[in-house]
């Protein structure tokens, strides 16, 4: 049986470089964007193209290079903003435009200062307006995450009604757990009578660390777009990461959902997006962490290196990153020892191995990892001159 497909919404461009000190040029941005058609990203949220002169070019500019994806400007429910994203859409093959309001309490009173109505009412004619330029019109519910599920299933039922093809449906603050996030989802799904005439996409924050578990949470009840960021970059903690939810919904056969993305891309784009925002990748980072498919621990060792899947549920190449690394540390076994002298040409007996080995924690004690070039020098200092010449 097929698996069903579930778009991915890319906003690396859009809010991954809200956040301070990652802005990029129109030349990076370029860069990035074909990079992203190659990965195989449905929706390249391109900028929000009123926001200034240079991300109105870099809207233009992307428009023009990217050949499979959508491309995306983001506006506000504005209907200056809207002209200013249509013109800057004009170049590309497949335009979207992404508009929408707050639909929270807070967001209503202390944001807008309005009332329900009103921000149906706006929110209505935003979309009707936009579907003046573009076909593809998606829609955000601002802090939907907070809002309340029959509120929500009367704008969304609306804003179809006005056009809409996506509802954007974004846990903006991070709040949501991940079971009453996807009871939301279901909600809509069985609540908004026209919701088969759109997708609904999940847009999640990470401020509790929750935001690739919502967006699971998401797509399991219904959504069939999830809007995520290379390495998991935003706005304060960050947004569902691009890499974590491709790879959940691949290595779980059982969910039977899948996505258009080259996984051999993973790990090279995401080291393209670290580089060119200066955001360094935490080291424990799932999937593109440079600890990923690194083992320390002399257990871990020694299973990895009989049967590579005993530690690892991922072949790192179908992430792209090319092996498994065996660190050596205080904390590392024979089997670990042996393999790594082997690689450099020491073939190790049992006997020799308990010699080498003593030498290797008094060595490894003195420093965080022990290196290659480490390992003739403990063979060395292990008087075992017939297995080296010096």
């Known amino acids: 049986m097929s698996k069903e497909i579930v778009q991915i919404f890319d906003t690396t461009l859009r809010d991954g470089e809200q956040v301070p000190g990652c802005k990029l040029n129109t030349d990076q941005k370029l860069i990035i964007a074909e990079r992203l058609d190659d990965l195989g990203v449905n929706v390249i949220e391109a900028g929000f193209p009123i926001s200034s002169p240079g991300d109105f070019n870099s809207v233009v500019e992307i428009s023009k ?3 499979n994806a959508s491309v995306c400007g983001l506006t506000r429910a504005v209907k ?3 002209e200013v994203a249509a013109e800057s859409l004009k170049k590309a093959v497949y335009p979207r435009i992404h508009t929408g309001i707050g639909t929270s309490n807070s967001h209503i009173k202390y944001k807008f200062n309005s009332t329900r109505e009103k921000i149906i009412e706006q929110g209505f004619e935003a ?4 579907k003046k330029f573009v076909n593809d019109v998606e829609f955000y519910a601002e802090d939907a995450g907070r809002t309340d599920n029959e509120f929500l299933a009367k704008v969304c039922e609306k804003m179809i009604e006005a056009g809409a093809t996506v509802l954007n449906i974004p846990d903006t603050t991070g709040y949501c757990l991940p079971f009453e996030y996807g009871e939301k989802i279901k909600f809509l799904k069985e609540n908004v009578k026209n919701i088969d005439k759109a997708i609904i996409s999940c847009h999640c924050h990470n401020d509790l660390g929750l935001a690739t578990a919502n967006s699971i949470y998401g797509v399991l009840n219904g959504a069939r777009q999830i809007e995520c960021t290379i390495n998991g970059i935003g706005e304060r903690a960050g947004n569902t990461s691009l890499e974590e939810v491709v790879m959940i919904m691949r290595q779980h056969d059982q969910l039977n959902l899948d996505t258009n993305i ?3 891309l993973l790990y090279d784009t ?3 997006v670290s580089e060119s925002m200066a955001m360094p990748v ?3 980072k799932a999937i ?3 600890n990923a498919f690194a083992h320390s621990s002399g257990i871990h060792q020694d299973g990895v290196i009989k049967k590579r899947e005993t530690y690892e549920i991922i072949n790192p190449l179908d992430v792209g990153v090319n092996e498994s690394a065996i660190v050596l540390t ?3 076994g024979r089997a670990a020892l042996a393999y790594r002298a082997k690689n450099i040409g020491f073939e190790l007996t049992k006997n020799q191995l308990d010699i080498v080995y003593s030498e290797f924690l008094k060595f490894a004690d003195q420093k965080k990892e022990v290196k290659d070039k480490d390992i003739p020098v403990i063979i060395k200092n292990s008087n075992l001159k017939s297995i080296i010449s010096f």
């Open 65 to 67: 290079i990217v050949k």
């Open 80 to 82: 200056k903003d809207i």
């Open 127 to 130: 979309v009707k307006y936009a």
């Open 282 to 284: 935490q080291p424990n």
């Open 330 to 332: 205080a904390r590392s």
């Open 262 to 264: 080259n996984s051999k």
């Open 288 to 290: 593109v962490g440079a």
């Open 270 to 272: 995401s080291k393209m």
